[in-house]
């Protein structure tokens, strides 16, 4: 199985900040990487396939990049709606594996 | 607009069975995969299995191969999720989400996900 690990596993900023969340996976992936956003009590939201591709209403402050096996994915500048866990996924082969998330909170 | 809507919360005890569903529209149910996550309290998200309504062809992953099984309903575009013997350890929130496709073929990614069943199993 290919294991996603993500850093940080927490973080605080503030509303304006610019944040970045990395993703690594155990072996390469090519481009076959997404990221999630799910809110408290919430489903998870789709963001982001193929490592930089913006699914369709997601707001351009979101960013994803990346290939192989380093990737990230930035806000560019934080809106309160953002305060989050973030979650990346390989989508290469099965099993699907996630990352453990990464939670966004506010200073 | 595709949505899926679940099932509802459900409490059981240990050794019980249990179903639950995923009820899908706006789309052809028959054509796209629909996937199956766990989230444990407080933990993240673990890919269960998926499966393709059009024939039940389904994929497991390891973890879930013959703890749970997958299956759907073509004639009421609904999809399941089922235990036999429920454990404590099933304790958790349980989406499903639709696979990922376009005209060039399927991706193993997920949207849109269904609003989450809780299952709370307790003796």
């Known amino acids: 199985d290919i294991q996603m690990t993500q850093s940080p596993s927490s973080v605080s900023a503030s509303i304006g900040d610019r944040v970045t969340i990395t993703c690594r996976a155990s072996?390469?992936?090519?481009?076959?990487l997404t990221w999630y956003q799910q809110k408290p009590g919430e489903a998870p939201k789709l963001l982001i396939y193929t490592a930089s591709s913006l699914q369709s209403g997601v707001p351009s402050r979101f960013s994803g990049s990346g290939y192989g096996t380093d990737f990230t994915l930035t806000i560019s500048s934080l809106q309160p709606e953002d305060f989050a866990t973030y979650y990346c996924q390989q989508a290469n082969s099965f099993p699907i594996t996630f990352g453990q998330g990464t939670r966004l909170e506010i200073k | 607009e595709v949505q899926l809507v679940q099932s509802g919360a459900e409490v059981k005890k240990p050794g019980e069975s249990l179903k639950i569903s995923c009820k899908a529209s706006g789309y052809s149910f028959n054509s796209y995969w629909i996937g199956w996550v766990r989230q444990m309290p407080g933990k993240g998200l673990e890919w269960m299995g998926i499966?393709?309504?059009?024939?039940?062809?389904?994929k497991y992953s390891p973890s879930f191969q013959g703890q749970v099984t997958l299956s759907a309903d073509k004639s009421i575009t609904t999809a399941y999720l089922q235990w036999s013997s429920l454990k404590a350890s099933d304790t958790a929130i349980y989406y499903c989400a639709r696979r990922y496709q376009d005209s060039s073929g399927y991706y193993n990614w997920f949207g849109p996900w269904g609003q989450g069943t809780l299952v709370t199993v307790s003796s």
């Open positions: 072996q390469g992936i090519g481009s076959w």
């Open positions: 499966i393709y309504p059009g024939d039940s062809d389904t």
